[in-house]
C-alpha cells in the first residue's frame, strides 16, 4: 500500500472548518483513499473513503487532487466531539485484494472552544 | 455502519495468567477480522489476520503460540494472550469486514480492549 504523509497535530476552532491534508504521492491507479478516525481510547471510526472523484457524507467531505498525489478531509463544523487521530490510509480497491489497514501516526486534531 | 463488539473493554490480570478477548460481529457474518495492537502514544499495529475456519496469519514478530487466535464463526474471534506479562499490557483492537455481496471492503472496529498485566 501507498505511504501517506499527515501532519503531526492541528488545532481548529469550534464551529470552524477543519481540512486535514494528507500527501500519498505513490498512490496507484486501482488504490483508494481512506480516513479513519481515533477517538482516546476508543477503536477507530471509518469516515469516508473515494478513488478520484470528490466524495461527501453525513460526517466529512473528500477533496482529492486531479492526479491523485494528495486529499483533504474536511469537516465543515468541526465540534469538540471531533478532537481525535485522524488517520489517512491507503489501499487497494474495495472489494478485491488485502483488506487489512496500514496505520501511519496520523494528525491529531485539537478543536478548541 | 455495521457493528463490531469487543469484551471485555478491560481487563487486569497477574503475569503468568491467559486473557481471553473476544470480538463479535453484532449485524453481519465477517469472513475475516483482523486484530491490532496499540501501546500508548503510537499507531495501531496489526498482530494478525483471522479468517473463518482456517488458520490465521500472523504479522512478522507476532508470536504466533504467545497470541492464539481463533475464529470459528462468521460472527466470532477471540484473542487469548496466553501466559502474559507486563509487557503484553496494551489496548487491543479488532476489526471485520462484512463478506458476500454486502462487502463494500469497509473495515469496522470494535471499541478496543485495555489489557493491564501486573
Known amino acids: 500500500d501507498a505511504k501517506t504523509t499527515q501532519p503531526t497535530s492541528m488545532d481548529c476552532a469550534e464551529g470552524r472548518a477543519a481540512n486535514l491534508p494528507c500527501n500519498h504521492s505513490?498512490?496507484?491507479?486501482?488504490?483508494?483513499v481512506y480516513w479513519y478516525r481515533q477517538i482516546h481510547s476508543q477503536g477507530p471510526q471509518y469516515i469516508i473513503h473515494g478513488l478520484k472523484n470528490n466524495e461527501t457524507n453525513e460526517m466529512a467531505s473528500l477533496i482529492i487532487t486531479e492526479d491523485r498525489k494528495s486529499s483533504t478531509l474536511i469537516l465543515p463544523h468541526a465540534t469538540l466531539r471531533d478532537t481525535a487521530v485522524y488517520y489517512c490510509?491507503?489501499?487497494?480497491?474495495?472489494?478485491?485484494?488485502?483488506?487489512?489497514?496500514?496505520f501511519g501516526k496520523g494528525t491529531k486534531l485539537s478543536v478548541i472552544p | 455502519g455495521a457493528v463490531v463488539s469487543q469484551h471485555p473493554s478491560r481487563v487486569i490480570c497477574k503475569s503468568g495468567t491467559s486473557v481471553k478477548i473476544e470480538c463479535r460481529s453484532l449485524?453481519?457474518?465477517?469472513?475475516?477480522m483482523f486484530w491490532y495492537r496499540q501501546f500508548p502514544k503510537q499507531s495501531l499495529m496489526l498482530m494478525a489476520t483471522?479468517?473463518?475456519?482456517?488458520?490465521?496469519?500472523?504479522e512478522q514478530g507476532v508470536e504466533k503460540d504467545k497470541f492464539l487466535i481463533n475464529h470459528a464463526s462468521l460472527t466470532l474471534s477471540t484473542l487469548t494472550v496466553t501466559s502474559a506479562h507486563p509487557e503484553d499490557s496494551s489496548f487491543y483492537i479488532c476489526?471485520?469486514?462484512?463478506?458476500?455481496?454486502?462487502?463494500?471492503?469497509?473495515?469496522?472496529f470494535g471499541e478496543g480492549s485495555r489489557l493491564t498485566v501486573l
Open positions: 483471522s479468517n473463518e475456519g482456517s488458520k490465521a496469519t500472523y
Open positions: 476489526s471485520a469486514r462484512e463478506g458476500g455481496p454486502k462487502n463494500t471492503g469497509e473495515l469496522f
Open positions: 490510509i491507503v489501499r487497494v480497491a474495495a472489494g478485491a485484494g488485502s483488506y487489512q489497514l496500514t
Open positions: 505513490t498512490i496507484s491507479g486501482n488504490e483508494y
Open positions: 449485524d453481519f457474518q465477517a469472513t475475516t
